[in-house]
């Protein structure tokens, strides 16, 4: 059995680092945010590792020093306090702070680099700017710099932690640059000692390093914004032909509309025998015309469909509070007469809720759903339609399970591309234009939702559409009249076989 889940973000800001261009410019505030947020994160755990080092320098403190660690009793406490009350204040200044000249992203990264330097120096003082590997942590912020920051702001902080650390190399070393004592009898120590030499050529190797390291983390990411900013206008690119490629659809489907209009009509007529006595073989070939023209006119409103969904994802802010359970009973009533030619029985037990939508679209998505499954179901079998609600999660699933042809493994990751159908789907349903599932998808967009498809050929598919904020409470109906055919009946016992992962049901193609 074949399982795959799909969703589908339109957001336009589909890059890292939206509007940055080829000059080495800062990124956005929405994406500084975001990793503003990363550093607190970080930071957090950063304390974690504090508190762990200070209670191990309780336990083995012998250890610490033998390894060249001076530990001094509260400074990794003091350290910790001073990181925990900068993440409150960071926190506070993002999410309780109107953004201001004086309270931007930009100043909360700088504030956090900042102050994360300034203890990071106190950290290397105590635990060894020699003789432990704490001052390569200073790598880290340069790294960072250049990522968040324009080409002169990271070489500004390059060079605040190569003030950083000469100020730490000085405080360990007061005697380093203070000039010799020449002038007192019988001075024979030497002018420059091998510990001078060693701590100079330390303070000279690492400086370079963080120089190195800011010109080649800066110049990479100059080419990842550079390339970040290519793709952008491709995808802009794509986006405009994407629109002129609908904007034909749309025309050509109107011209064809008319004229297959005027011709079913003359077929009708005939077929009518409003133009004469016609012979039987001249009545079956107009209904075989008449067949694919209807074809033909299905296709022609599936695409205007499809186009008017698609438009109706810029307009977001339409949005009304429905019942699903009265979307399903609409779809039942609609489907029914199509179901019970082919004597497949629509079976719905659904738990009522509601969800907040652009209007009408839901209606559109079940409707295709149910409507495949009624059509690549097997003459006589029966289409289920259950429903369950989590009120912890405030989420809620529903279901539409079939028992018909299924849909291979290599097929089920296309269900959802437009004009896609298998032969198999194809010699089942020569009706099917391709598009239903291709709907279904543009809906999903609109809406946000989830879609999980498990198939299993010849036995069946199930559709579980999967919505993420629900509410527990009916809304009123505008019509309270419920048709007493659309009572829900019991499930066939084979939908816990379908939901527990046994059997699958629902189409290989699109509608």
């Known amino acids: 059995m074949a399982i795959a889940e799909f969703s589908w973000d339109v957001s336009k800001k589909r890059f890292a680092f939206p509007g940055i261009g080829v000059t080495g410019a800062k990124l956005s505030d929405e994406v500084l945010i975001g990793n503003a947020r990363w550093f607190i994160i970080f930071r957090w755990a950063v304390v974690v590792v504090l508190l762990l080092f200070q209670i191990f320098a309780l336990i ?112 360990e070393n007061p005697l380093l640059f203070l000039a010799p004592q020449s002038m007192l009898p019988d001075s024979g120590a030497p002018v420059v000692t091998p510990l001078k030499v060693n701590i100079l050529l330390w303070m000279f190797t690492l400086n370079v390093l963080f120089v190195i390291v800011w010109y080649v983390v800066s110049r990479l990411a100059i080419v990842v914004r550079t390339h970040e900013h290519h793709l952008l206008d491709a995808y802009e690119q794509i986006s405009r032909a994407q629109v002129e490629k609908d904007r034909y659809a749309v025309l050509m489907t109107h011209q064809l509309k008319a004229p297959l209009d005027a011709i079913r009509s003359k077929i009708n007529l005939i077929k009518g025998n409003y133009c004469g006595e016609i012979s039987p073989e001249i009545k079956d070939v107009l209904v075989k015309i008449d067949n694919r023209a209807s074809g033909m006119a299905g296709l022609i409103l599936d695409v205007l469909k499809l186009e008017r969904l698609k438009a109706a994802a810029r307009d977001t802010d339409n949005l009304e509070c429905v019942n699903i359970e009265t979307v399903i009973r609409k779809c039942i009533d609609k489907l029914n007469p199509i179901a019970n030619s082919r004597h497949i029985n629509i079976q719905a037990s659904t738990v009522d809720f509601a969800v907040e939508c652009i209007p009408n679209q839901l209606e559109i998505l079940f409707e295709n759903i149910i409507s495949n499954a009624v059509a690549y179901s097997y003459d006589g079998a029966s289409v289920e339609i259950v429903s369950s609600v989590n009120k912890q999660s405030s989420s809620a699933v529903v279901t539409v399970i ?110």
Not at 414 to 442: C, M, Q, W
């Open 402 to 511: 079939d028992h018909g042809i299924g849909i291979g493994d290599k097929d089920l990751p296309h269900i959802f591309d437009e004009y896609f159908y298998t032969p198999r789907a194809a010699l089942h349903n020569r009706t099917s234009s391709g598009i239903g599932l291709s709907i279904v998808k543009t809906v999903a967009e609109n809406n946000k939702l989830h879609i999980k498809v498990s198939s299993e050929q010849n036995v069946g598919t199930a559709f579980s559409v999967i919505f993420q904020r629900v509410k527990n409470e009916s809304v009123p109906e505008k019509d309270t009249q419920q048709p007493s055919s659309l009572i829900a009946r019991p499930v066939n016992p084979q939908v816990e076989s379908l939901e527990s992962g046994k059997s699958g049901g629902q189409l290989a193609s699109t509608h």
């Open 60 to 171: 083995a403190s012998d250890t610490l020093t033998k390894i060249g660690i001076t530990h001094q009793q509260g400074w990794p406490i003091a350290i910790t306090a001073v990181l925990c009350i900068s993440n409150i204040i960071y926190i506070y200044a993002l999410d309780f702070r109107r953004q201001t000249k004086y309270n931007s992203p930009s100043i909360n990264i700088w504030a956090q680099i900042i102050i994360d330097l300034l203890c990071l120096s106190v950290v290397v003082h105590y635990v060894g700017s020699t003789a432990t590997p704490a001052p390569f942590f200073y790598v880290l912020h340069i790294a960072l710099s250049c990522i968040f920051f324009s080409t002169v702001e990271s070489l500004i902080v390059t060079a605040l932690v190569c003030a950083m650390y000469a100020i730490v190399l000085i405080i």
